[in-house]
């Protein structure tokens, strides 16, 4: 592989800012993004105040339903004795979602190995699996090549009640005509078939969206010993119990400093990532596999549209007793992570680190700083066919990025396109529009009233030159099909729907083309934390 590294591109102004100038935002957190940032987390951090054992056993007990590796074996015990973490998180997306939750799993176990080396202690990758979310729509499809475009092909939930993913089970029937789908979808390769017996053998006992997702996860990472762990894991909800007993009792500070954070980083220019209210409870409730988001109203804790209510210490009796019953949102999951384990680093996507940027006082109202938040890995694989036609076009991935591939081809067809064609019916239809004029005005003045028939009779021969028209048009663009094939090729595969490549393709159609190997072949590139976009050429 061949690598090569660019300014990354389709940032954010916020994001451009973090990656290259983090200082000026040290209102918004507690470190920059550097070694030297990371020496001091590790230096001043109390990292004797987390419940190891307790989250070690948690922890084990998740991933024996996955098979543990050696090396995932090896870092449960180093981190019950005295490790530190490097630690990342995302949704339960189906066949893992797109390829940035790849990235972030390979950026998460990259900074653990390098920082285990520079630091001269046990940090252990781990991955925190967004389990609790109920925002099916959001993680229930794959993009697939159809016809030579990008289509989205959505599993078909029979259920309308939106429940967890760690609750949401797949129907049988449906999801394996689903996977049938998918693959027929790909080319037939050397590797589709043991690829799809691995993914057919891992759903067969995994039925929810989460543990399928763990499943795959912890097939791809095991020889790199990524910890895993669910967040809607129940017994990892009861080892929040005494947080989420915190969460409820400063409820109302927690909304205030929230609220006022996110307004200065509004003030600042760079939006409102959380969208938050005072009213806001930050905490969801859940019933039935479904959760509902609190709000604080007249000293209780509500949601209207289900009839729930609750006084404070009514829901400080839920944290401590069924602590399974509550679950965290965008404002309290990243502190709940802090509380349970020992961070050294988070890693996360520009999304994520926007809306970090409006939690540091709250990280101060319990006492606590926010770790050092390293921007994830940002990956676009190149395959040779791409290769070529880069090279035969003379593209770089700039051009690809900022349009010129798009404009090549429209000036392509712009150059084989007869001008005098369209000029030409252009005038006939001038013509046509005169002598209609000049027919209905001949009509009235000979009291005819016929004004209708004649722009009616009008109307019906302009779209016949306008069929004539999109006809030759069509026909030109068959003719050059093969040579616009080409630009459509580069585009599709580099940006699709417009954006980086790792937002919209699955794994599924890079390891069917080029192997389970893959994977580890991607963790054995010497990436650099830098803020870059790394272009890898396979």
Known sequence: MRLEQYTQPFASSFYKKYLEDTSSLSSFFHYEWNQKALNKRLQETNFGKHKRTELVKVLTDYMNMFGISPKSKKHLEELEDNGVVVIGGQQAGLLTGPMYSIHKAISVITLAKQQREKLGVPVIPVFWIAGEDHDIDEINHVYIERSRKLQKVVYPANSKIKKIASETIFDKQLIYNYLDEIFQSLPETLHTKKLFTKVSNLLENNVTFTNFFAALMNDFFQEEGLLLIDAAYEPFRKLESEYFHLFVEYSSELSKIVLEKEAEFERAGFGMPIQTKESAAHLFYVEDGERYLLERKDKMFIHEAKGLSFSKEELMHIAKHHPEKLSNNVVTRPIMQEMVFPVLSFVGGPGEIAYWGTLKSAFE???????????????????????????????????????????????????????????????????????????????????????????????????????????????????LDASINRYDRIVMELIPNGGLQERSYSPVQLLNEVGLDLIKELLEIPYEFNGKHHVLYI
């Not at 770790?371 to 890995?377: E, G, T, Y």
């Not at 009291?447 to 016949?464: A, F, G, I, M, S």
């Open 365 to 479: 109202l319990f006492q606590m700083k926010m770790p050092v938040i390293m921007p994830r890995l940002s990956i676009t694989i190149v395959n040779p066919k791409t290769q070529t036609l880069l090279e035969k076009f003379s593209f770089t991935m700039e051009d690809v990025w900022n349009g010129a591939v798009e404009d090549s081809k429209l000036q392509y067809i712009h150059n084989h396109r007869n001008e005098q064609v369209p000029q030409l019916i252009e005038t006939i239809k001038q013509e046509l529009a005169d002598k209609y004029k000049k027919l209905e005005k001949l009509l009235l003045d000979d009291d005819l009233k016929l004004t209708p028939l004649v722009q009616k009779n009008l109307r019906y021969h302009e779209n016949q030159l306008t069929f004539i028209e999109h006809a030759i048009e069509d026909t030109l663009l068959g003719k």
